[in-house]
């Protein structure tokens, strides 16, 4: 299967390329940065294609992902995994206009464009497909300083519902994976004290594990998971 | 025109209405050729993949006549 999954160059977004070429998918990788991981990842695996891409300018995406040299229509799109995400960690009394914008270009709007150019070429080569949306839990919990972002994924997660309900009918599936704390870059700006605060707030006392989050998200774009679609899948090491 | 016809027959032979009645710029989408809106998105997408424009991105569209002028063909 051909596999679309953005945010690809680290953390979470480049365990989900690892697992998904183990699992012999052929994947289209976009970052911003062609990091030194992602460049041992597609060396000798010619499964693997990459385009660096700023996830940031919304209007411009679209052009950049579905084009001739990268994802054509000649390129049947399987799955597609929504996985870019930028962080804007601030209290909600100090909101700045400009950042909750630049963020909601990169959590949303592109999300939103991405996912009706994939729609369209779902529909094009009729053989259906299966969307992922990486959220957080921090859109379910509360989380101080975490507002805005978990507004962000708090709209991904409506919209997936209602992309299921939409698209079902044409053997489109849409599902968020929702994942808890884990020790990825995106959390590197807390203390050591922070984080054992959030882990004690899980029912396993521990960080999730992105390979947990990976090898879900693969179950959810296979066959496996036919059944399955408009849902949030929790995978947060049973936080409360 | 011909190349949009034949779009418009394999949307119609997809959605288990084949029909080789005549097709006049004047035709309605939905009210001539019962296309609802999973047709029309089917529509749209063999439309752009074939002439690189989106037709229904600046509104609503309901001719055939209104896609030809779009497509200035």
């Known amino acids: ?18 697992t998904l070429l183990r699992e012999g998918h052929a994947v289209y990788g976009v970052s911003r940065t062609f990091t030194d991981d992602l460049k041992k990842l597609a060396e000798g695996n010619c499964a693997f294609h990459f385009k660096s891409v700023d996830l940031g300018d919304s209007a411009a995406a679209k052009d950049a992902v579905f084009s001739a040299d990268f994802i054509p229509n000649s390129v049947p799109l399987g799955g ?20 909750l914008k630049a963020m909601y ?22 053989g259906g497909g299966s969307i992922v949306h990486i959220s957080s839990i921090s859109a379910h919990t509360g989380y101080k300083g975490l507002a805005m972002y978990a507004s962000s994924k708090g709209a991904l997660e409506a919209f997936s519902k209602n992309t299921a309900r939409e698209w079902g ?14 020790d990825t870059a995106m959390s590197s700006t807390l203390s050591d004290e922070q984080k054992n605060r959030i882990y004690k707030r899980t029912s396993l006392k521990k960080a999730t594990e992105v390979e947990s ?3 879900t998200v693969a179950f959810l774009l296979s066959d496996k998971a036919r059944s399955i679609t408009g849902q949030n899948i929790n995978v947060d090491a049973g936080t409360i | 025109m011909e190349k949009l016809e034949s779009i418009i027959r394999l ?35 063999h439309v752009e993949d074939a002439f690189g424009v989106d037709v229904f991105e600046g509104g609503v569209v309901e001719t055939v006549g209104e896609v030809k002028k779009k497509l200035k063909i």
């Open chain 1, 169 to 182: 009918e044409k053997g489109v599936r849409s599902n968020v994976v929702v994942p808890g704390f884990m």
């Open chain 1, 80 to 99: 597609f995994v929504n996985n870019a995400a930028q962080v804007y960690d601030d209290i909600v009394t100090n909101i700045s206009l400009d950042r």
């Open chain 1, 1 to 18: 299967m051909n596999i679309l999954v953005t945010g690809a160059s680290k953390g979470v977004g480049l365990e989900i390329c690892k």
């Open chain 2, 11 to 45: 949307i119609q032979d997809n959605k288990g209405a084949p029909s080789r009645a005549p097709i006049a710029a004047e035709t309605r989408f939905r009210e001539d050729l019962g296309f609802d809106s999973f047709d029309l998105a089917e529509f749209t997408v």
């Open chain 1, 105 to 126: 270009d990169v959590n949303v709007f592109t999300p939103m464009l991405l996912t009706k150019y994939a729609i369209r070429n779902m529909i094009f080569n009729r």
């Open chain 1, 213 to 215: 989050v990976a090898e």
